[in-house]
């Protein structure tokens, strides 16, 4: 499996914000949409950077609530990892495990076409060997 088959069956839906308004607007982004991280976009490019719960928690435990009023470009990750829609489930899994990352953005010719969490992509592999076993209990019992 590949991770245009899981942008497939999850959506290609990404939540942006603007790398200019302030980190309490993404904050209530994030709570809004049951989220964990944000693209952040600046007009340049498909991305900017990406805001994640992490990097806003990085930034209360060093600020306190002042960082709430800082901007988001401020506390983003500007050099983000991305991977293609034919990067493999297992490729990305390793990628975000050796990386520490949980949330990476899908480009496709430098287009922005979806964002993976680490979630998505436990719950891909999971849904493989489910469906593995189920293939290997048939061939087993004849079916």
């Known amino acids: 499996m590949d991770v245009a088959h899981l942008l497939a069956a999850k959506g290609h839906d990404v939540t942006t914000v603007s790398a200019e308004r302030p980190v309490r607007d993404a904050v209530e982004l994030l709570r809004e949409r049951g989220i964990g991280a944000l693209v952040v976009v600046d007009g340049r490019g498909p991305l900017a950077g990406i805001l ?15 960082a709430l009023e800082e901007r988001v470009r401020d506390l983003m990750t500007a050099d983000v ?13 390793t990628t975000m495990t050796e990386r520490r990352i949980r949330h990476v953005p899908v480009l496709d010719d430098g287009r922005l076409v979806g964002l993976v ?13 489910e469906r593995e076993r189920r293939e290997l209990l048939d061939y087993v019992s004849g079916r």
């Open 52 to 66: 994640s719960e992490r990097d806003v928690v990085r930034a209360l435990a060093r600020s306190g609530t002042d």
């Open 81 to 93: 990892v991305t991977c293609e829609p034919g990067t493999t489930i297992p490729a990305l899994m």
């Open 117 to 129: 969490s680490i979630g998505d992509v436990v719950k891909a592999r999971v849904d493989d060997l």
